[in-house]
């Protein structure tokens, strides 16, 4: 079964662009592909049935990005690599 954990926009312990910010399309976007960046220098790749994508959701205010482990329930290795993200990735950019 494939499941989802969703990780944020940028390292938690660091600013992101908003909604309704001029440009916000771009900034998110390229927020989140630098966020995949670091995870995968930090925790490396993802290994077969996970995979880091950005994800888009709805909200009230308009659509906002953020950084998802994809990952295949019934594959050991890539439930491990996506709590694996979620406990362990990034908390800045530094």
Same mark, same amino acid.
């Given at each position: 079964?494939? #499941? $989802? +954990?969703?990780?944020?926009?940028?390292?938690?312990?660091? &600013?992101?662009? &908003?909604?309704? &910010?001029?440009?916000? #399309?771009?900034?998110?976007?390229?927020?989140?592909?630098?966020?995949?960046?670091? +995870?995968? @220098? /930090?925790?490396?790749?993802?290994? #077969?049935?996970? @995979?880091?994508? %950005?994800?888009?959701?709805? $909200? #009230?205010?308009? /659509?906002?990005?953020? %950084? %998802?482990?994809?990952?295949? /329930?019934?594959?050991?290795?890539?439930? @491990? =690599?996506? =709590?694996?993200?979620?406990?362990?990735?990034? /908390?800045?950019?530094?």
């Amino acid at each position: 079964m494939r #499941d $989802h +954990i969703d990780l944020g926009s940028t390292p938690c312990n660091e &600013q992101c662009a &908003q909604i309704g &910010q001029e440009g916000y #399309d771009i900034i998110g976007r390229a927020e989140c592909k630098r966020f995949i960046d670091l +995870i995968r @220098k /930090t925790l490396g790749n993802e290994p #077969d049935g996970a @995979k880091l994508a %950005v994800k888009c959701n709805s $909200h #009230d205010f308009g /659509t906002y990005y953020e %950084v %998802v482990c994809y990952f295949d /329930t019934d594959n050991e290795a890539s439930t @491990k =690599y996506a =709590y694996d993200c979620e406990a362990n990735c990034p /908390t800045s950019w530094e």
